[in-house]
């Protein structure tokens, strides 16, 4: 099993910044995958970054340019900066992570969320 808790979340003003964090707990073989996901008020929930095990990125369109996120692998965690934020960027924040086990089935974890609401 895999634990993920994130932090960093909060309330912030339209242009500002927030970071926020993921750290991965339990007994695993190893994370393949991270992200970010975030459910806004009556929307599905979205990638907004994701980054493989090789330090590959990927970014929703609407947080390119604005986020980044990155990964440290000593601690099994990830981060995300998240500079001039928007209203649109309101929701909660999901981490994600992906873990091969040792008969190389895949299996989803997810964290509790973090609430992050930018007002205007």
């Known amino acids: 099993q895999v634990q993920l808790v994130e932090s960093g979340g909060g309330l912030v003003q339209a242009g500002g910044s927030l970071k926020l964090s993921c750290v991965a707990s339990g007994s695993f073989i190893r994370l393949t995958d991270m992200g970010w996901y975030r459910q806004g008020f009556g929307n599905q929930r979205e990638l907004v970054a994701s980054i493989t095990r090789d330090g590959d990125t990927d970014y929703a369109d609407s947080v390119k340019g604005r986020f980044t996120i990155s990964r440290d692998y000593a601690r099994n965690a990830i981060h995300l900066q998240a500079n001039s934020l928007k209203p649109e960027d309101t929701g909660v924040y999901y981490c994600?992570?992906?873990?091969?086990?040792?008969?190389?089935?895949?299996?989803?974890?997810w964290g509790q969320g973090t609430q992050v609401t930018v007002s205007s």
């Open positions: 994600k992570a992906d873990r091969v086990s040792a008969a190389g089935r895949n299996y989803e974890y």
